[in-house]
């Protein structure tokens, strides 16, 4: 069981470049959040899946765009990458939204010259 | 956007000492109220939950809710050199948002 897994730890990108962020969670959550955490913002909700099949804008989505591929997965895509987004993205799976506890991957560390 | 306030610290507590970290909210229909803990260079990881008004413990840690004063504490006692990190307070709004805080440093020197 590992839980709430996330690919790559680290990547490092040039402007204009796209990227994938992948996470997958094994404990058959209905509910999949993507964050990023910045120094002294704390972390910020990207996009969110309630269930399998819809997906909705959180505080940050802008330059963002997310597929639920399945239960399981999650991916969030950077189309054209930018030096604000150069942050620390983390994924996160709970059972039901806003019913119990999120439980978050190890994080993927991105930063974009 | 729901505010989830916490003191950003350092805190700084000796060993053995209690470590009192404090968190208000906004959102009067807020319903759950978490506190994760975060090392340096990791994820947050779930520490307690608290649901309803009053105080809950688990160990070495009681989390303690006031509603009416939309408070939340965590309170860790016999604080060990291994507890410093900080301390993320996370309050699901009427929305079904989890809405966090920016953190509470803790060091607990030796």
């Known amino acids: 069981n590992a839980g709430v897994t996330q690919t790559p730890k680290f990547q490092v990108l040039k402007t204009g470049q796209s990227m994938t962020l992948q996470c997958a969670q094994d404990?058959?959550?209905?509910?999949m959040y993507w964050y990023r955490q910045d120094p002294g913002m704390g972390l910020r909700l990207i996009y969110y899946?309630?269930?399998?099949?819809?997906?909705d804008k959180g505080e940050v989505p802008n330059g963002y765009n997310v597929s639920r591929l399945n239960k399981r997965e999650f991916s969030l895509r950077l189309e054209s990458a930018a030096p604000s987004q150069t942050s620390v993205y983390f994924c996160?799976?709970?059972?039901?939204?806003?019913?119990?506890?999120?439980?978050f991957g190890p994080g993927t560390r991105l930063t974009v010259l | 956007q729901k505010e989830v306030e916490q003191n950003s610290g350092p805190l700084s507590v000796p060993e053995g000492a209690i470590a009192s970290l404090n968190c208000t909210y906004s959102d009067r229909g807020s319903q759950s109220f978490f506190w994760y803990r975060q090392y340096s260079g990791k994820s947050p990881e779930l520490i307690m939950f608290?649901?309803?008004?009053g105080d809950k413990e688990d160990g070495r840690f009681t989390a303690q809710l006031n509603k009416a004063s939309q408070y939340v504490s965590l309170l860790i006692r016999d604080s060990q050199p291994s507890d410093s990190a900080t301390y993320l307070c996370a309050v699901t709004g009427s929305g079904y948002a989890l809405n966090f805080g920016k953190g509470t440093s803790l060091l607990v020197t030796p």
């Open positions: 404990m058959n959550h209905n509910s």
């Open positions: 899946s309630a269930s399998e099949g819809t997906t």
């Open positions: 608290i649901y309803s008004n």
């Open positions: 996160a799976s709970e059972l039901d939204r806003g019913q119990d506890t999120q439980y």
